[in-house]
């Protein structure tokens, strides 16, 4: 079975949806036969690249509230975060264009580290002192995560680097209905949106394993020449 | 959309299989939607590993034929292949266990260079004068695919690398009803059994995108907390 995240590292919900997608995932019997493939998704795509704002002045512009209950809402958050373990600093957080992360994450994918880039990349936005926003903060988690630094610098120089991939998650999500984050996929079958609780995620996983279809053959197919476990080809 | 691939680099029509299915999406119109996953599943398991016997020996034997018997076998397989523009040896080629080398592509599958080790063994073992079960050709491969040598190496020498990939791969295959290869599965929802024509390729890659479902719901799940791309979350 395989479930793709589709998710951004500046969204806290999928920061918060991810652990506790894991902790349903590490109690379900079948987890050794479930993949887990992350997705671009950008939060906030129109946000100029190289520019970053301080995440309260910039909810409080989105939402029109005041700075005091836009930390509010970040305190609420946060309340959310903490109830899962997972650290969430309340001032200093910048917010900016993360198309330049899911490149890097893409190269992530291909070396096999995407997963620990991940984790890191929102350790360090949410958790850390540190913005996820400064390319050469950026590299050091591509080092920490396992990623060659030359290749992660030429990925992050060149602009159009995994810039399909992105696009190709973007389009899929477009075309599955999702248009917000974090948005699970199971087997193409089932759709969860959003941070749920790991009970939640335990039924969802539960539901696909249980609703794996047998495959139907290909109309007009006839049978094809194969070869057997016993080294025989007919 | 998702293509698996089950197969083998000892089985012949995996080798011609590959190349028709790759022919066939070459020439369909959604082929940038479609991801290509290479699963494992080993022909003759019970060959003991370390040894190896000369192809035409091997199928005289499991077939019960004489020697220019099963010369014609594979003399009718190679114009298949040749028929695709493969090359393919009429003597001198080996037979024996692949496990190794199931374990070094997914080696190579966790460092984004599956495909290409995948076919530097197919033509190696089919094309070449060469003999895939020797470890240092297999390095070889494994260098020219991309594969840094040390790292190569170290999954060869220890035989648990890996090893846990194959056998989940090879769980699944039995799974979803594949007793033998080449065994193509588009979006877990169609099958295709054996070295196809392109034609049926085609077709199946058709029918499949244009089945694609729509996502259900998971029961009982409510509104999760999402983020959506105006940097908003709710």
Known sequence: MRVEIWSDIAC??????????????????????????????????????????????????????????????????????????????????????????????HLAKARGVQDALLDLAYRTNFADERSVFDPEVLIGLAVEAGLDETEARAVLADEDAYADEVRADEREAAELGANAVPFFVLDRRYGVSGGQPAEVFAQALEQAWKDRAPLAPVSGAAEGATCAPDGTCA
Not at 55 to 76: C, F, H, I, Q
Not at 78 to 87: I, Q
């Open 12 to 105: 806290p919900w999928c920061y918060i949806g991810k652990a506790r997608f894991e902790q349903a995932l590490a109690a379900f019997p079948h987890r050794d036969g479930v993949e887990v493939v992350h997705r671009s998704f950008e939060l906030d795509p129109n946000t100029p690249r190289g520019t970053t704002a301080p995440v309260v002045e910039m909810l409080a512009a989105k939402y029109g509230r005041t700075l005091d209950e836009a930390r509010s809402m970040e305190a609420n958050v946060a309340s959310n975060a903490h109830g899962e373990g997972l650290g969430y600093v309340l001032e200093g957080r910048d917010h900016g264009n993360t198309f330049d992360i899911h490149r890097l994450l």
